[in-house]
Structure formats: structure tokens, C-alpha cells
């Protein structure tokens, strides 16, 4: 840890910052060329072309046959659910780690979260316990799951691909299906991540991505649906452009819909960025060699590398704690707070936040275990 | 007419464009400059002291004393609403004349859209029809507007400034104060409108602006809520971040929140856009003195002048029927567009939308009207 706190140390005077983020995007002056072009055509908003050219990109580099982008990760997880039929009183699986978006986009749909617990080695949805919970909570009726308890629904479950390290995802698909039950991938923080050779995000029905400032590559705001399904596709288009139909001159909306478009000048951003996604997943791995040099040996903690069979983004460095101890993670986080570099733990277990105690859950050991395990160190491409 | 089109044609020929759309903004090198700025600053997401900064300009631009900003108009609607305690369940009345974004952000909210009519002249919500339908519909207890019909609460109404021409705010704000109705003033095409020399969106408890790529002054995409009450905007501060608490590393929310903060990329736009929005005011109120000239002494038309006592930013230009007739309308709407100058009618009202039909409404006459008398034409800066 010593040697890995002098490093940062080092590396934080010798860039002139006062405090050293946990995560930075690379912005620089290879990104002024695109923005010029925008500022110059004029069409800094949704009308025009680098929209397309952006979604392109992507849906080569993540090899999805559709991405419909937004003005952010949640706006994509919003329509995303929506788009796998869930409906007001139904059910949703997620993790109870994860950023709190997720939750709030099923509450947005007025759905009700129901909390799952993950792995303690990639924090992923823990299939083992899913497939046992299940089998015990539920029962298949009209080609649906239903929860025994709540005789509701349980229409679809959210997969959220932890800190860039691919969850299980084939083992949970497979669980998913024998249940009835849809799959959106959270790949908001895995952009460049790959399960066994394929692009996370396309392995369940809806997978979304996230450009937000914090992300490997970013658009200011932004986010994407991916899907393989030209009827989806078409869908999220037409709710995310406030349902409205094709016509010469008149204002027609055929449903509810929303402003979720991602402007131009922010595609503009991403086109930039997105060419330089390998070299930022390589400075990645560099650095997660390096750091991992640099705590060598610690009888308290280990770098966490990526799940095997996987590529990871390393899109956040992440010290992991031999034993739980929110003791120990404290004294780090303000052992680095106090140097002016930030470290965080991970996201607060969702089932514990005032405004979701309410809902469903499994039993949380694991989560609870993983709140007092993790620390995020900074991972920015420069380090 | 026939003067008009002469000059939109030339006008569109000798800018060598290969159509004439109804509004761009005004993007030019000027922009560059504070983009270049952030791309230099690397800080193009919600991080950025930018936000901050355009915040501040908005503020004293419109006099409002808070203004957050956030990813568009709609989203500023949906969490204004909230602010004003917009619950499931709760009426919102509305104009039929407007964009579709005010009653998706009431059902947003799960409220009921409730739709009331609009004054022929400027097209704004009719004091004296909603006074009368307030009086004859409804009753006032435990200070609270009841709908005698549904027995629901009537808590919030929405008041569109029309193309940049302000409602008859004043009367309308006298009468909804009567009926303790809360007021949300959407004044996203009406930046630089004044009504008796106060900028319009603070009149009511809750003001809404919005940058998109057609408006006046543009961000790509973007909006901002305005209020004059410290505890709203501290508030509305902290729905369109995720309702996410202070700590010095832990995630705590204590609410369902949004994802709605604009980022900083889009706010160094809106920064050098605002900068010139007086000047963008002067061109439009030359454009509209131009195109009036040129449709003089029409048997079947005229152009829309802006209300007593008040300054529009005539946003669109507007051509008026003198008697309503969608053959007349078609007919004119026909020629523009074989000519491939972009000129389109008022929004369909909202009542007759498809998924809007279910929704109570009063006797929308005018609306009615309304539809079948204005078309809006080329309006852009340049012309």
C-alpha cells in the first residue's frame, strides 16, 4: 500500500493537481477536430448526422446489430425496461450492488426493484443463488414468473457488469431463460469488456452502455441502448424521440415519450473519443500491472484482476480487502483523503438506502461482505 | 405572400442551402472559442465549474434568483412539477395548444393531464375561460382545489408563452392564486420575453426554460429551471443529481432521483450563445418587421405582432388566417414545402392526440381554431 500511495503521490505533483480524481476522462486536443467540425456545420443538436455516425461506431465495436443512443445510462435503462414489457406492478431483479440508477429506472416505470445478491470475487449477480432462489420463490405460470409471495410478476432482471469485469452473464442467461424472465445488461462502466471473445451488453435482450464524464470514454452525458432486434430497435427509436410519427408537417405522438435523444455535439465528443477506446483499455492494463507491482505482497489486501476467460476494461482500479473490515477500509479511504486523492468504497448496497429498504430481497451476505471489502483507487489513463 | 416566398427563395439560394428550416441557431466561430476552453479544461461532464457559470448568467439574464440547469426542457417540467407537490393521482391543467412535453411530464409524475383552452390572439392559456370553468367545475377545500366531477386534487397548471410571446400571465396568476392552484410558467421558447418589463418565467412559483438545438440560444440540448424560493431550488439541486447526499466518499441517496444535471460541454455552449442572445432579439424583431412588410395589405393573412406591454423574442414567426380553414392552411403549408422551405402548422392540439383523448378537458373551442389558422415560417437569424 505504501508504495502504491507514494506512486500516486508522485503522480499527482508531477501532473500539478490539487487532489488526483478517482477517474478522468482523456479529453484533449484530438477531440477539438470533431467539435470544430460540429460548431461549424451549425447542428449542435438532434438533428444532425455525427448521431448516426456515432451509433455506427458502436454498434461495430460492441458488435450489436442496434444502438439507439441517449442523453444518459439511466435514460437507456429506463426505455430498456420498458422495452422488455415491464409494466406497472411488476417486478424487477437487480443486484443490490450497483449505482442507484438502476433502481430508480424501475421505479420509473412503477415497477418494484427486488434485490439479488452477487459474487464476492466480480461482484456480479451471483448465479448459484439466484438459480436456488428461484427455484424456491417462484413458479412458472402463462409462460411467466411469479413471485409465490406477491403473485406478481417478475418480468425481467437487470445484470450490472461491475467496475468494467464481466458478471457471469452466460451462466445467468441461462438461469433467466429457464425462468421466464428478460435480461438487460448493464454495461455501463464495461464499454470494451469481453465474456469469452463477445462484447458484454449483447448477451441479454437490452444492454446499455454509459458515456457520462466518468466513463472511459465520454460524451459530457450520454448513454446507448444495444439490441439485436429490429422491432426493439424501431421502438426505443420512437420512444426516445417523444413517440412521434413520420409526417410532413404535423405534430402526431402516438404514446407517452421522452426527450432522451443525445444532441449532436455530444455524439460529436464520443466519435472522437470512441477511436481511441483501445489505446485507453491498453493504459488500463498497464496500469492495473503496474499498481499491482506496487501492493505486491500485502497481507490485507490484493488488486483485483479480471475474471477468467474475460477481457476487462479495468475501467476503475479496485483494492479488494482479504477480510471484511469496514475498520481497515475507513482508515484507507482517509488515509488517501487526507493526501488529496481520491478513493471511494463501493456504491452503499441499495437495499440499504432509505428510500428502497422497503422492497423484496434474498438474503445479502455477500453484499454486505462486499461493502466492507472494496476500495476504488484512482484509474484515470494518465496514471 | 407571394413577396415572402420570393424572398425566403432567394434567401435560401443565395445562403446555398438545400432546404430553409423552420429555426437554426446561430452557431459560429465565436462558440469555438469556450469549447476549445473545456476541451482544453478536460472537464466536459457535470464536474465543471461551467454549469455554474451559466447558472449564474441565466440568473441575471431573466432575474430569476435560482436557476438549475438541466439535460432539456421536459426534464425541467417533470422535476418543476414535483417542486410544486405534483403526486399520483393530482390534476395538472394544461393548454391543448402546446408541445407534448408538458403532458408527458405530468403523466411522468403519474398525475392527470386536464386540458383547458387558449386565447386567439397570442395563443396563451385564457384567463377568462378558466376562471369561468374554475368557478362552475370545482371548489376549494382544506385549501385545495377540488374537481367536483373526479373529487381530485387540481394542484398545478401549466402556462405556455406560445413562440416566444407571452400569456396573459398577470390575470392568469390572480386567478390560479384564487383557486390555490400552483403555477409552472413554460416559457422554453421565450427566453428574452418580457411581460411588462419582467422577464417571463417569474411570474409563477415555478419558471422552466429550454436550450435545444431550435431554440434561440442553444446548448445541443438542455433546459433550466427557474425559481425565486431557496428551499425549492435546494431541492430541484438535489432531484436532478441522483438525490444524492454530501459525504466524502459514501454513495447515499435519500430519495428516487434523477440523472438530469446538464453536462459541462453543453453549458461552455450555452456560456457563448448567451452572450449574444440580446443581439439573436434585434435580428428577430428586424425579421419580423421585414417579412410584415412583405405580406402587407394580405386578403387572408397577416403576421403575428407580439401583445401589448410586452417584448416577444419572436422565436418563430407566425402567419395568421384571418378565418380558419385547413384547405387554406394545407394549400399554403403545399407550397412551402414543394419549395423546400420548412413551414409547418401549430402543434395538433394536445386533446386529440390518441393516448391524450382519455383526459378530461373543457370546451377547447379556440384550440380548435387555433389548429386551423397558423403557420409558422423560416425564423432563423440569418434571414
Redesign the interface.
Known amino acids: 500500500m505504501q508504495k502504491l500511495l507514494k506512486y500516486l503521490l508522485y503522480k499527482k505533483s508531477a501532473l500539478k493537481k490539487n487532489f488526483l480524481p478517482l477517474h ?2 482523456d ?3 484530438l ?2 477536430k470533431e ?2 467540425k460540429i ?2 456545420s ?6 444532425g448526422k455525427d448521431i448516426q455516425r456515432f451509433e455506427n461506431i458502436i454498434s461495430k465495436f460492441t458488435n450489436s446489430k442496434f444502438v439507439i443512443t441517449t ?5 437507456a435503462i429506463h426505455i430498456g425496461l420498458k422495452l422488455l414489457g415491464v409494466k406497472k406492478g411488476d417486478e424487477v431483479l437487480l443486484p443490490s450492488i450497483g ?3 438502476a433502481a ?1 429506472a424501475i ?2 416505470n ?1 415497477a418494484e426493484p427486488h434485490f439479488v445478491d452477487s459474487e464476492l470475487n466480480h461482484f456480479g449477480v451471483d448465479p448459484d443463488k439466484l438459480k436456488e432462489y428461484l427455484k424456491k420463490n417462484t413458479y412458472i405460470s402463462n409462460n411467466k414468473c411469479i413471485n409465490k409471495k406477491t403473485k406478481k410478476i417478475i418480468k425481467a432482471i437487470i445484470i450490472v457488469h461491475v467496475f468494467g469485469h464481466p458478471a457471469k452473464i452466460s451462466e445467468i442467461i441461462k438461469i433467466a431463460k429457464k425462468y421466464k424472465i428478460k435480461v438487460l445488461e448493464d454495461a455501463a462502466e464495461s464499454l470494451g469488456s469481453k465474456y469469452k471473445g463477445k462484447h458484454v451488453g449483447n448477451f441479454g435482450d437490452i444492454g446499455i452502455l454509459s458515456f ?3 466513463k472511459i470514454v ?4 450520454g448513454g446507448a441502448i444495444l439490441c439485436n432486434n429490429r422491432y426493439l430497435a424501431k421502438k426505443a427509436r420512437h420512444l426516445v424521440t ?1 413517440s412521434k410519427l413520420k409526417h ?12 432522451y ?6 455524439a460529436a ?1 464520443g466519435i472522437s473519443q470512441i477511436k481511441r477506446v483501445n489505446k485507453f483499455i491498453k493504459k488500463k492494463h498497464e496500469i492495473y500491472k503496474r499498481f499491482n507491482k506496487l501492493i505486491d505482497n500485502s497481507k490485507d489486501l490484493f488488486l483485483l484482476n479480471q475474471p477468467k476467460s474475460c477481457r476487462s476494461n479495468f475501467w476503475l482500479q479496485t483494492l479488494v480487502l482479504k477480510k471484511p473490515s469496514v475498520h481497515l477500509r475507513n482508515k484507507i ?1 482517509t488515509i488517501f ?1 487526507k493526501k488529496k486523492i481520491l ?3 463501493i ?2 448496497p441499495l437495499h440499504k ?3 428502497l429498504t422497503k422492497y423484496q430481497k434474498m438474503s445479502l451476505k455477500n453484499a454486505e461482505q462486499i461493502e466492507k471489502k472494496i476500495i476504488n483507487i484512482p484509474s484515470s489513463c494518465y496514471l
Chains 1, 2 share one sequence.
Not at 451549425?42 to 438533428?47: A, L, T, W
Open positions: 478522468e476522462p479529453i484533449s486536443k477531440d477539438q467539435i470544430t460548431i461549424n451549425g447542428f449542435v443538436s438532434s438533428v442523453i444518459n445510462g439511466t435514460a449505482f442507484v440508477a430508480n421505479i420509473y412503477n457520462n464524464g466518468n465520454t460524451t459530457g452525458s417523444t410532413k408537417w404535423e405534430f402526431i405522438h402516438d404514446d407517452v415519450g421522452y426527450n435523444r443525445l444532441a449532436n455535439l455530444n465528443l479511504l483523503y478513493a471511494r468504497p456504491w452503499k438506502l432509505s428510500f
